[in-house]
């Protein structure tokens, strides 16, 4: 949630630094005026890990640059889905603003995530889960000229060199490994050690 809310301070000042530019052109008595334009409704898909944090970090920037969004958590955080949808609706409300411009859907990815995937009316689709899955929203978002972010599967690695500080190392490398029970896509999977101080 403290996620979320540094989000929205973050956009609020992002905001201000989305204005167009005026550059002069190759034209005499020309110039040239840069307009950014609101992309219009985006889809946002969540994995079931951190899934309030991963809404903020699109939600907040889709606000901000003027567009509206329909949110699917993951089939297994959809109390968490339905409760911070019906907390931005409320924020939204309070400020005059109707609360549907950030909706929820709940249900499986194959039946509900397909359907957003496919459908035209949403320009962009952000993807946060699996690489396999991933590719199959690019190619299906992609295949009709829509737009994607794919926050997708890692495969992190520390490098312990010759001279490092080995208890600082191995804490680093135990909490970036299990600190989150290893539910973050930027968790340890691979451990590269200097072959001087391995053992």
């Keep these: 949630v403290q996620e979320v809310i540094d989000m929205c301070e973050y956009a609020v000042g992002l905001s201000r ?3 167009g530019q005026y550059l002069p052109s190759e034209r005499p008595n020309h ?7 609101p992309l219009g409704k985006i889809g946002v898909i969540t994995a079931f890990n951190f899934p309030c944090a991963v809404l903020g970090w699109n939600a907040c920037l889709s ?6 969004q329909i949110w699917k958590g993951a089939s297994s955080t959809c109390l968490t889905t339905v409760a911070v949808g019906k907390i ?3 924020v939204l409300e309070k400020h005059g603003l109707p609360g549907a411009i950030s909706s929820v859907v709940v249900g499986s990815g194959r039946e509900i995530g397909e359907r ?3 459908d035209a009316r949403l320009s962009l689709i952000s993807f946060t889960g699996s690489s396999a899955v991933g590719q199959h929203v690019s190619e299906c978002v992609h295949g009709r000229f829509g737009r994607t972010i794919l926050e997708l599967g890692g495969n992190n690695a520390i490098i312990v060199c010759e001279d490092a500080d080995i208890k600082l190392a191995v804490r680093a490398a135990l909490f970036a490994a299990v600190g989150t ?3 973050r896509c930027t968790s340890l999977r691979r451990l590269m050690i200097h072959e001087k101080i391995y053992d």
């Design 181 to 183: 029970a290893g539910q």
């Design 17 to 19: 630094t989305l204005a």
């Design 31 to 37: 110039t040239i005026i840069e307009t950014w334009n």
């Design 88 to 90: 931005v609706a409320s």
């Design 63 to 68: 606000f901000v640059c003027g567009n509206v």
């Design 116 to 118: 957003l995937i496919q």
